[in-house]
């Protein structure tokens, strides 16, 4: 009888976050103005109503098969809107707005694959299906949904603002003024990864949970501010060649990139470009920029970005040796703690929350901005691809992608795991990523 409660709340519990995921995702594409909805705001992504479709279709794709009596509604859309994340070969997507189907359509399509999802979900749970009750197959239906609301955020950030609702936002928390500083981590281990073992949910990447030995380093307190940044740029940062990768170097020649993406300058001022405003160029917010821009300013301190590991040792290491599943303890995701879970549209600045703090001291850890590590997205030892989705990440095993960590404003408190694991290409400058240096 108590595993039959216990699986029945499991159910609830479920079913509840998923309805929430497909609400956040709803309330963002309620923003775009219904003729702005087939614009392509991001060159190299779909359009807008490409993501639409995608969210049913995913969710389509993933349950076939798996729940007795789901069939399709329509066979062309659950293929149309199945994938689609880099541009294919390299190059930019070259459709018209006009090969996309109707809106009335795909809203038709949506509504009724989630009907039959339902459907066939509750039943499924109802005769303790085994591709249910474990409930890894709706994590992974209300993960991917909780990624595409940050995804479409980024997205809809380069929409015009006439093209957007404006939404309201809290004004960016009061916060001191603090100097540049770095703080000393000694040598130790920094777990990365999950133990299938513990039987708790992870995406294919996140296994196998391992240890790595990590020398003594000193890492920026804070990551690099905008007024940072600033100095960078007005140095001739982006005229010195020297301080670029080969790639880096021709992608800022041939695209032009002189600043940061999400800077507009007027004259000789400078301008951050917000969700639904622009406003002077805040100094003490953290500066988004692309993995090659943050390479140059590191290496124009004579410093590095941290790998992987060295993120892992400061965020959740301890001087005991123990380590934390957030940087500030062991306690869930609050807003106290940090710039995330959808407490704001924008960024704050890098000390507005000193209760996130790591051991060791270092601040901004987790939201405010993911941030770029030196390491190459690679799997872990005894990687294994998801069985339904084998390309979820093995498809971005080819040395182009670099892993970033922690989380931004926008991010889900479920993705502020320390096991999660994002990664971008190197001059992609859309994402909501800042970074911090390291030296040895």
Known sequence: MQNRVEAGQARVGLFDRLAEARAMTDDLFRMVASEALYDRPIPERHRIVFYLGHVEAFDFNLFLGQLDGLRSCHPEFDRLFAFGIDPVGGGLPTDQASDWPALEDIQEYGARVRKDLDTRLESGFARHDPALTDGGLVNIAIEHR????????????????????????????????????????PDGNATLGLARADGVFGWDNEFEAHQ?????????????????YLEFLRAGGYEEKSLWSDAGWEWTQSQGVRHPMFWTPHGDEWFYRGMFAEIPLPADWPVYVSH????????????????????????????????????????????????????????????????????????????NGWEWTSSLFKPFPGFKPFSFYPGYSANFFDGQHYVIKGGSARTPAPLLRRTFRNWFQAHYPYVYAGFRCVAD
């Open 212 to 228: 790595v030995a990590v020398p003594g380093f000193r890492i920026d307190e804070y990551k690099v501010t905008n007024g940072e």
């Open 146 to 185: 909780l990624m595409h609301v940050e995804t479409l955020a980024y997205l809809l950030h380069q929409l015009p603002f006439e093209r957007k609702a404006k939404l309201a936002t809290d004004p960016a928390p009061a916060a001191p003024s603090v100097a540049a500083r770095m703080i000393e981590i």
């Open 292 to 367: 090659a821009e943050a390479t140059a300013y590191a290496r124009s301190k004579g410093k590095k970005l941290p790998t992987e590991a060295q993120f892992h040792r400061a965020a959740y290491g301890t001087m005991e040796g123990w380590e934390r599943e957030y940087p500030w303890g062991n306690q869930s995701p609050e807003t106290s703690r940090g710039n995330f879970h959808f407490s704001r549209w924008d960024p704050a600045p890098v000390s507005a929350y000193p209760e996130g703090r790591s051991a060791f001291g270092v601040s901004d850890l987790v939201g």
